[in-house]
């Protein structure tokens, strides 16, 4: 049994009463009453569903929110199971409201998920983003029955997301930890994910919960480790992700260098397994596929270029150091085009991020003042995206990532090559 | 009269000769003390270079910009060979200076005696010059970083200005610590530093007040345009 002691002593006696449970879904939030309601009938519509024979257990741990998130959670209720073509379920579906501690972020607030997990000896557990507006009862079926009933251990979610959303997860997370790992995980950092008793046993043994791990990192980090550690490793269809308007006040500078930066110590970790890695290949999927519609989403095409534009004239200097010559060249030439004929190859996009990584691993400057440097030339690529993908239909976008991974797998040894460089190593 | 002269040369000879007999064993043993202070400084170089390539410090003085600011001074040689090279005469030169003062000669002495005395206070003011110098160059980037990610304007100009402040304090530091005409230095700060922030404030108040004006509502502006801006990047 894990150490449990950093739970509140209240969390421990509420699990004691609730006992041994089969499948446990866990919420983590921070000021999510206007949406959160909604996602807690929604799971409980899918324990009534789907696993209604289940002893199953329902965990909100939030991060001290102060707008009505738990009382939000506590008056949240289905009604007539009936609506959703769902019989009142047979055993108790217990509910548990607590504050997490640690440091604030999402990856503390799982932490007490695992914990809750490993203390009521679930079989099955997800988790599900508090702000989404489009979760539903399928969503619990598809995240836990590959786990209680074919026995995987990790189930990453799969979406149909506006082609425009989650540009970090596609120019970034997604083709390198596909090219390092050779696993397709299409949503490494999806935030909702399915998982058994035995690996989130697994993750609370690790000591990452000082570190970037706890605030954005966790996401990555549980898709990681599940692909390199003995794990059976799946994903599956869940729809549309729609999730409440992002807040304003989370700067996207620290967002891309908390989840970068959880990337690179990742790498750092594995480094041994990722480099005898070649190619890639796709992993188990569930669910069944279908189109949606999306909201459109706007986007400052402008502002990212002028963003772009200044880094390159103001952060000359520290590019130098961390980019290859020939990668800087490149990028000041992009840099000097006019909007109309701004592009950003998926080539050079590829060794940016392969210079970065190499530049981490031989600490040329300051961590986060390394990842920092990057937000411009992300949003440079950013930009470019917009622009190929402007007129493109949902596959075409997803030929435009294909090919992206696919630049990335083929350079692979230029990463190997700088990252066992001597003058390497942290 | 020759052999009252002869009488008087010789003993001032004499005086002479015990002058140097007496002497001699002083400057025998100072000369001793400075070869054993060259073999010990040369040691502890050897030491402190191995440490510091143990520690990487090379490679850290390039992530800090201590590497690119020597280059730029033409200091050709690496960080790590120029910290043993100071360690070496730092060494060398405290137990020569000790050497010295076996010779007995009041007036060494005294100025020796003063400069044991002062010594901590130029280490101690090199080493706030040093972590100013990192200081500033920590503080100035991060100043650079955050304002191109927030697209502050003048991005360049907030670093320098960051960078320029934490220096000027260091350096009034370490001549304060070298009391170097220390209510001079103390006044001269104040008055710089308060002529500094008055000029600021004056040149946006007045001088840039449209500039003012556009910048506070192009911030405004991009915070509401970032409410609209629907991509989630995650």
Redesign the interface.
Known sequence: MPDLSFLPDSLRHELAVVGEVDVLVGIPSYNNARTIGHVVRAVQGGFAKFFPDCRALLLNSDGGSRDGTPEAVREASVGSFETILAAHPLRTVHRIVTPYHGIPGKGSALRTVFAAAAATGARACAVVDSDLRSVTPEWVDLLISPVLRHGYDFVAPLYHRHK??????NSIVYPLTRALYGARVRQP?G?DFGFSGRIAADYLEHDVWSSDVAR?GI?VWMTTTAITGPFKVAQSFLGAKI?D??D?SV???D??MQ?TGAVLALMDHHADRWKAVTGSTPVPTFGFEYAVGL??????LA?ML??FR??AR??QS?WE?VLNPATWTEVARIAAAPDHAFVFPAELWVRVIYDYAIAWR?????RE?LL??L??LYLGR?AAFVIEARDASADDVEGIIEALCQQFERDKPYLIGGWDEP?GGS | MTSAFSERLMASLDAFLEAVLRFLPGILVALLIMVVGLLVAWVLKLIVTGALRAARFDRYCDGSGLSLALGRADVRTSPTVLAARIVFWLVFLSLAVAGFSAMQVAFVNQLISEFFLYLPRLVSALLILMLGFLLANFLSRAALLGAVNTGIPSPRLISVVVRLLIMVLSFAMALEQLRIAPHIVLAAFIIAFGAVMLGLALAFGLGGRDVAKRTLERQLGDRQDENEDGISHL
């Open positions: 425009y959303d989650g540009t970090i997860t950092i935030g954005f996401d999730h308007a992002k304003p700067d996207l500078s967002m891309l989840v909201e459109p989403v706007p986007v400052h502002r002028e963003r200044t880094g103001e952060l520290l150091r031989r600490g040329r400057m300051d003042h920092r440097s937000t411009p950013t003058g």
